[in-house]
């Protein structure tokens, strides 16, 4: 598309007729994944009506490129990093525009700030680092079901997140410094698994990096019809923290009457093959299916 037919579409977003903005959708839509690019310079010409008109044409365009590149982090290779590809891509795919990856660069400097203000510390050090002294902490009932609780970038920059996210901030910056940190894909609330010197403390990301034995956590499980013990000796692995993200980036998404990323979001755990038996979390003390086979 030359630039004199894109400044004409531009020129038509505010028009009256439905039917032309419709056509001018489908135009953009054509236009492909460099649409954010072009569209910079004639930025101060589009008024509030006419980013409204464009949001569901950046949405389309998104999404083709997720469909495009999700299977990359299905590739073989070490758990984590499939992990961080596949937080990454989600991250850049709820970003303003086609921005890089930004949640390798954030992980990372969370881990050269742990290094430089405790050189030699361990595992539940880190714990201690990044949520008290940085403060990152559980989402507040009223946002609980914001979908960017499940972004890492936002997660890191607002300080703000669900159980699983906060515990992938902690399972990723762990692996930067060495430590031995996995998911633990309790029913209703992931946890942590930290291996500090053979000895494993659970750790409630959501609760400020609450350390629990495994006793605390079957005291807390009480009366639970999951098997809790096999759970709590079985890391999480990428594809089952992945699934579960899904999951909940799906019901968020629906709970926001956003139908078409809530379906996306289920098309993904489709492509995994892994649909079957994954709840959405919920917020803590909200009554919700507490098994993830029910």
Known sequence: MEASQLAHLIKLLDDDSEVVRGGVIKALQAFGGGLAEALEPYAPQIGPEGWKVLEPVFAHHKREWLRKVWPDWLRPGEDKIRLETALSLLSQFQAKGFEAARVPGLL???????????PGEDVLALADFLFKEKRLAGAAKNDYYNPFNSNLAFVIEQKRGIPISLACVYILTAARLGFAVEGCNLPGHFLARADNGGRYFYVDCFSGGRLLTEKAVLDLYEGSTSDLKSILHAPADAKTIV?????????????????????????????????????????PEEPGPSDPAA
């Open 108 to 118: 990372e400097g969370l881990a050269q700030d742990f290094r430089k203000a405790h």
């Open 243 to 283: 699934r579960r993200v899904l999951s909940n980036l799906s019901h968020a998404y629906d709970k926001l009457e956003d139908a078409e990323n809530s379906r996306f979001m289920t098309e993904l755990l489709k492509q995994q093959h892994d649909l079957a038996g994954e709840v959405p979390d919920y917020f």
